[in-house]
């Protein structure tokens, strides 16, 4: 069986908001799945959004303090 996480368990994993990944999972841009009135998401499915460049999709604030990145980034 997959490993399938909540949205809390995203949100902590990708270091954003619950309503960023509510929001992103709602427009599709996101893998996500609803099941009922929760969303689950596969483990494997979020690392490759995030290593296809998909965190692109995740702006940080623009007073971030880092050198002029405000992209969310794992590195």
Known sequence: MKDLLTLSEVSTFLKVPKSTIYKLARERR??????GKHWRFVREEIEAWVQNAGADEVMVGAATG??????FSLN
């Open 30 to 35: 996101l893998p996500g799945h609803k099941v």
């Open 66 to 71: 880092n050198g002029g990145h405000d992209r």
